[in-house]
């Protein structure tokens, strides 16, 4: 059984900063895994944020691109998610997944939460105005 724990939310004023982090751990982990970060607002469904492949390939949702940056430590096995400029549009329960990576059109996509077999607790991150 894989296990995911994420760590690293909190409240924050809106424009500040939040790093994520993601250990994966337990027995049949294999770091061939691509991993990726899913969040969900009350109310509201779980929606892809980034994902991130074993050859280095990335890829966010609009609504994050050039605040975000998703990242691996491979050693440590562990995945990050570096979250800055955040807006009260980001505030919801942040979610880590593990699983065989998703690509369509010749390139990676995040997929849906189906796409993957494992998931973490999650963290709650809230941003205020």
């Known amino acids: 059984e894989v296990q995911l724990v994420e760590s690293g939310g909190g409240s924050v004023q809106a424009g500040g900063s939040l790093r994520l982090s993601c250990a994966a751990s337990g027995y049949g982990y294999n770091s061939a895994y691509a991993m990726a970060w899913f969040r969900q607002a009350p109310g509201k469904g779980r929606e892809g944020v980034a994902a991130f492949d074993t050859d280095g390939t990335t890829i966010y949702t609009d609504s994050v691109k050039g605040r975000f940056t998703i990242s691996r430590d491979n050693a440590k096995n562990t995945l990050y998610l570096q979250m800055n400029s955040l807006k009260p549009e980001d505030t919801a329960m942040y979610y880590c997944?593990?699983?065989?990576?998703?690509?369509?059109?010749?390139?990676?996509?995040?997929?849906?939460?189906?796409?993957?077999?494992?998931w973490g607790q999650g963290t709650q991150v809230t941003v205020s105005s």
């Open positions: 997944a593990a699983g065989a990576g998703v690509y369509r059109d010749g390139g990676l996509d995040i997929g849906s939460e189906g796409d993957y077999g494992y």
